[in-house]
């Protein structure tokens, strides 16, 4: 008993299996034909279907018309025959009236037995004369019906296919206008693209800049100084050249002074001056 129910248990995963299974192939197949249906639809061009249409009805009109030369032909042969078969009755005939009138009745019986032979030769040939001529108006008529139909058809065809074009292009100059075709669609990402890579770009040149400048990034080459630096490296650039500027003034006042003392004072204050060692000026540079 256990073997059995374990059977029948993997049986029925089996079935469970196959189930699943089946349903896949199902959709995959549905989806296989909606895809080659798409693709179908995509390259199909109804301009191209309308002339292949058009050039079918040509040909079912030309065999039409073949068929219509066929039994007229036909028809004439059986009209060469059932003439060559009415001047061989009417031979006949003679032949049995100069037969009998020489007094040859045997002559004349078969005269007429030959003709009367012949006679029903034509009848038949008459009869399937009329029935080749009734099928020929009718292919005839068929034929011409046929050609009418073809000439709408081919009429129409040439207004939907001009129809379709102004369409065609319309469309087209209308995505090109609104940017919503194939092309201009991947322009118009191209030049997003390019937009935000400059916009990024940008950012980041401005961010790297911010940084510099607020002294977040050291800069190797010690160049680059914050604004707080900038500041007292220019004050004390200052600062310096005015120290330089009064000593200068200083220095300058003093020999101005000094010159006049030295004219009065004569020589000896001159020797004095001269014994004693004058201070030069000196520009100290810090």
């Known amino acids: ?60 009109l030309q065999k039409v018309r073949r068929g219509v030369a066929d039994v007229a032909t036909s028809r004439k042969r059986l009209e060469l025959q059932l003439n060559q078969l009415q001047s061989q009755s009417s031979k ?18 078969e005269a007429l037995s030959r003709r009367a032979a012949l006679q029903q030769q034509v009848t038949d040939l008459e009869t399937q004369h009329q029935t080749l001529q009734g099928e020929e108006e009718k292919l005839t ?11 709408a058809f081919r009429t129409k065809k040439e207004t939907i296919k001009a129809t379709y074009t102004a369409a065609q292009a319309q469309t087209r100059i209308g995505e090109a ?7 201009m669609g ?16 940008q950012a980041r040149a401005g961010a790297i800049d911010e940084l510099l400048a607020s002294g977040a990034l050291d800069d190797p080459s010690g160049m680059a100084k914050d604004d707080i630096q900038a500041e007292l490296d220019r004050l004390s650039g200052g600062t310096d050249v005015e120290l330089e500027l009064q000593r200068m003034k200083a220095e300058l006042a003093g020999g101005s002074s000094a010159q006049p003392q030295a004219i009065e004072g004569g020589t000896g204050q001159g020797q004095q001056s001269s014994s004693q060692p004058q201070d030069t000026p000196r520009f100290d540079k810090q």
């Open 186 to 201: 991947d322009v118009g990402l191209a030049i997003q693209r390019a937009e935000d890579k400059t916009a990024q770009l």
């Open 1 to 60: 008993m256990g073997a059995v129910a374990e059977l029948l248990e993997l049986e029925s995963v089996r079935r469970g299996r196959a189930k699943p299974m089946s349903g896949v192939m199902k959709r995959m197949g549905m989806i296989f034909r909606a895809k080659a249906n798409k693709a179908l639809d995509r390259a199909e061009d109804p301009r191209e279907t309308l002339d292949y249409s058009y050039q079918k009805q040509l040909e079912l």
């Open 141 to 151: 008529l068929a034929a011409q019906r046929l050609q009418a139909k073809v000439d």
């Open 92 to 109: 006949l005939e003679d032949q049995g009236r100069k037969a009998l009138a020489l007094g040859r009745e045997d002559l004349a019986r």
């Open 177 to 183: 206008f609104s940017g919503i075709s194939e092309e």
